[in-house]
């Protein structure tokens, strides 16, 4: 599936000046989140304390708070989230930084 199919069958679940985030749902155990971030903005740092998570950089430019690091991030790097481990994304550029995240769905975020 590319990212125009996944879209159309996914829910836009946060469109602000910051991001869009579309969730695909379909899967029963494992959410699947396509997030664009807009030019010069971050996610909100945040952890989970019982989900680990793969970010997968899709294209842009970046930075990615990981725990106590901050990592450079671009297409096609994956970084592995522990449960419970505080993380943002930062794009500095002029182009959006999109990423995929997967993770077990939790109380408040697909189940």
């Known amino acids: 599936m590319n990212i125009k199919k996944y879209k159309q069958l996914a829910k836009l679940i946060r469109d602000n000046e910051t991001y869009k985030v579309y969730d695909l749902s379909e899967l029963e155990d494992i959410e699947i989140s396509l997030t664009e971030l807009q030019p010069h903005k971050s996610t909100i740092g945040h952890s989970h304390n019982d989900v680990d998570e793969v970010y997968i950089f899709i294209d842009g430019k970046g930075t ?41 769905k939790y109380k408040g975020r697909g189940k």
């Open 64 to 104: 990615m708070e990981k725990g106590k690091e901050t990592i450079k991030v671009k297409a096609n790097d994956i970084v592995p989230i522990k449960a419970g481990e505080l993380h943002r994304v930062f794009n500095q550029k002029a182009s959006n930084l999109n990423f995929w995240s997967i993770f077990e």
